[in-house]
């Protein structure tokens, strides 16, 4: 679940927070005022001074009803009936210690405090890495994933594998601001609950929308994840 879907999810759940829960998950069992906090691919459980960090992975949700014949890896149940169940989910709890040295809303692509500046610095500071791997970084640009990855390099019409200190600062700028632009799509997309086919050039894509080129699929990068790109527009 990139940041955009994340987002989205939140904003379905949030009428948890505030509520007196208790939550129940491996390990886990506490009571006390819940708030949740979006952040990147994260969703962070807030009760008292400590924090539950949810990673949904690609295939992790959560909902307000409980799903049949399926085990939930934490439940939230709020005091006034309120309910919501977390399935294929990862769990890590953290001090408020750990969680001021984790949380830094200005690295999160979806987030209000997000700085466009220092998220320039970020990136300069890696002259070596290529773009493909600098637009999953997470230290970086926190919340985009894969799709985010193809999608803003095939609208900057730059090339995955180039590195940092072969792009212009102008260019840099623009990925940058297509980051940020085409997430808002992404997140609308979920939101609306209209899928996010329409908003997509190149992921999962056989020919380019732009020039009619056959589209490559390889998996490139350090992580070695797969990645689409027009060989003709992205240089
Ligand atoms: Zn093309």
């Not at 005022?33 to 009760?47: F, H």
């Not at 990862?90 to 984790?102: D, T």
């Not at 692509?109 to 493909?132: F, Q």
């Amino acid at each position: 679940m990139e940041g955009p879907s994340l987002l989205a999810l939140y904003h379905r759940i949030k009428k948890i927070n505030g509520k007196t829960c208790t939550i129940e998950g491996v390990g886990i069992k506490r009571k006390g005022q819940v708030d949740l906090v979006p952040y990147g691919k994260r969703l962070i459980i807030r009760e008292g001074s400590s924090y539950i960090k949810v990673f949904f992975g690609m295939s992790g949700t959560a909902v307000t009803r409980k799903l049949r014949n399926r085990e939930p890896s934490l439940t939230i149940n709020a005091e006034d009936g309120m309910r919501l169940f977390f399935y294929k989910c990862s769990l890590r709890v953290l001090s408020a210690e750990e969680f001021q040295l984790y949380y830094r809303p200005e690295t999160d692509i979806m987030d209000s405090l997000w700085d466009p500046s220092s998220a320039k610095e970020r990136i300069l500071a890696l002259p070596s890495d290529c773009i493909a791997d600098i637009l999953l970084n997470q230290d970086v640009f926190c919340g985009s994933g894969n799709i985010v990855k193809n999608e803003v390099l095939w609208r900057t019409m730059v090339h995955p594998l180039r590195r940092i200190e072969d792009i212009s600062v102008e260019k840099i700028n623009e990925i940058i601001e297509e980051t940020i632009k085409f997430s808002y799509l992404f997140y609308k997309a979920r939101v609306n609950g209209s899928g996010i086919r329409s908003t997509l050039g190149v992921y999962r894509r056989r020919t380019c929308p732009s020039c009619g080129s056959d589209i490559r699929k390889e998996n490139l990068g350090s992580g070695k994840r797969v990645t689409y790109w027009c060989p003709s527009c992205q240089k």
